[in-house]
Antibody, heavy 124, light 107 residues
């Protein structure tokens, strides 16, 4: 059974950098999947952040592209998120998930399973 | 930019059928996935590729997609189906898009 677990600081100072890691168990991160990050501000909907594959190829949300970097560590079977210049608007529960599907038209992607999520608060 | 629109809330009586729409320009040309999220829990995939159910998802969950609207249908709705539901698709600029979410209330 595939499991994902997010980890990292729960509090980040404004203008600082948010750094999270997603540890994958029960599956090899080098298998033919993309791996994704999604966030959810308190009381609001889901927002896609970006995705990464085993080779390190990435694809980011246009609204976050200038501040986001995803990376992957195949030796540790984990992938990571860095979001810089954070503000209170970046306060959210951050989820990692495994992405499945295909990129041939019509493109089909879905996310399963998801990690439990980690609340990151941006505050002084 | 590509947007997916969902009604903020839908109500249904126990045992009845709930329909949750998700609309977007020419959405029928895209594959749509649906997620269920209960308070304090991560989303759970309930439908992918418009109408396929992952293993472990009850048969009362079904999906369709045509024209500008995808629909998640829950037949014989139960109290435990009360949750937020999100649609998701892939836009032409190679980005993932989520709908705003619909809160399903089972009265």
């Amino acid at each position: 059974q595939v499991q994902l677990q997010e980890s990292g600081p729960g509090l980040v100072r404004p203008s600082g950098t948010l750094s999270l890691t997603c540890a994958v168990s029960g599956d090899y991160i080098t298998r033919n999947h993309w791996w994704t990050w999604v966030r959810q501000p308190p009381g609001k909907g889901l927002e896609w952040i970006g995705e990464i594959d085993q080779s390190g190829s990435t694809n980011y949300s246009p609204s976050l592209k200038s501040r986001v970097t995803l990376s992957i560590d195949t030796s540790k079977n984990q992938f990571s998120l860095r979001l810089n210049s954070v503000t209170a608007a970046d306060t959210a529960v951050y989820y990692c998930a495994r992405e499945s599907g295909h990129l041939s038209a019509p493109v089909s992607v879905w996310f399963d399973p998801w990690g439990q999520g980690i609340l990151v608060t941006v505050s002084t | 930019s590509f947007e997916l629109t969902q009604p903020p809330s839908v109500s249904v009586s126990p045992g009845q059928t709930a329909s949750i729409p998700c609309s977007g320009d020419d959405l029928g040309y895209n594959y749509v996935s649906w997620y269920q999220q209960k308070p304090g829990q991560p989303p759970v995939l309930v439908i992918y590729q418009d109408a396929k159910r992952p293993s472990g998802i009850p048969e009362r969950f079904s999906g369709s997609n045509s024209g500008n609207t995808a629909t998640l249908t829950i037949s014989g709705t139960q109290a435990l189906d009360e949750a937020d539901y999100y649609c998701q698709a892939w836009d032409s600029d190679s980005h993932v898009v989520f709908g705003g979410g619909t809160k399903l209330t089972v009265l």
